[in-house]
């Protein structure tokens, strides 16, 4: 059984570092915006079950995707206030729905949104920059929790949410991360930049992976999806590139005016 599930984690993943080399060779803003897309759909799926333990009702689903046509033609975060503001409206005149019904349209929607900004802005580099930063967080954090879990500190758990995340591991892997990402890194800004910017990113994909982590519990599911083989849903792969990639744009942008 257990040989089957990490033979599943290793396909899926196979797969994945495919499709991102496919994306990264073959990229346009229209291509990363529909696939973008795609994956924004997908996750305001499972972002709405956890959230509200049911399928969001069309009409929001039609809400979400005229805010990414707009995206792509306006490229402006502004349609989706507009949005909350509608569906604020709705509510208050109905006093129908759920509050937690706007949620799905702040994350993850907005989260993707600066993603693609950080590719329209700072180009290709910025994403794979990223992708450095995140995946390498995650994976060595995950190993060297593994391996040194319990080892460096008497409480070793990073917090009660995520219970098998150990102190360790998380110091292991933003360390790894940031050694080898400012290097990354350089293909954007400066090296004092880019290591500032490697680590405040590495330690927000760290609580960007507990975030979707406190919304399983809450809603009481091992995964957010099953869409992933060995992987989980959408939401379990991306977590950490949510609130990672908010602030490498954030900070970028302060760059300009602050670090450089």
């Known amino acids: 059984?257990?040989?089957?599930?990490?033979?599943?984690?290793?396909?899926?993943?196979?797969?994945?570092?495919?499709?991102?080399?496919?994306?990264?060779?073959?990229?346009?803003?229209?291509?990363?915006?529909?696939?973008?897309?795609?994956?924004?759909?997908?996750?305001?799926?499972?972002?709405?079950?956890?959230?509200?333990?049911?399928?969001?009702?069309?009409?929001?689903?039609?809400?979400?995707?005229?805010?990414?046509?707009?995206?792509?033609?306006?490229?402006?975060?502004?349609?989706?206030?507009?949005?909350?503001?509608?569906l604020a409206s709705y509510q208050a005149y109905t006093q129908k729905g759920n509050m937690l019904c706007a949620m799905p349209f702040i994350y993850p929607t907005i989260p993707f949104a600066f993603l693609y900004f950080l590719y329209l802005d700072y180009s290709i580099n910025a994403i794979i920059w990223l992708l450095f930063i995140v995946s390498l967080t995650d994976s060595f954090a995950y190993f060297g929790g593994k391996l040194f879990g319990g080892k460096l500190f008497n409480n070793s758990c990073f917090c009660p949410t995520s219970p098998n995340k150990t102190k360790e591991g998380v110091l292991i892997g933003v360390s790894v991360s940031v050694i080898i990402s400012t290097l990354v890194g350089l293909g954007v800004c400066s090296f004092f930049t880019a290591l500032l910017l490697t680590l405040t990113t590495s330690l927000s994909s760290v609580f960007g992976d507990l975030y979707e982590s406190f919304l399983k519990r809450q809603a009481k599911v091992k995964d957010s999806g099953s869409l992933f083989p060995g992987h989980g849903g959408m939401l379990d792969r991306l977590d950490g590139y949510f609130f990672g990639g908010i602030v490498l744009y954030v900070m970028l942008e302060l760059s300009k005016w602050n670090f450089d």
């Open 1 to 86: 059984m257990l040989k089957n599930i990490e033979s599943k984690r290793l396909y899926t993943a196979a797969f994945m570092l495919i499709a991102i080399i496919l994306i990264v060779i073959f990229h346009s803003p229209f291509l990363l915006w529909l696939i973008l897309g795609i994956a924004c759909i997908i996750s305001f799926y499972e972002s709405y079950q956890l959230y509200i333990k049911t399928k969001p009702n069309p009409i929001f689903t039609g809400l979400l995707i005229l805010f990414w046509i707009s995206l792509y033609w306006l490229q402006t975060l502004h349609i989706i206030f507009v949005i909350l503001i509608i």
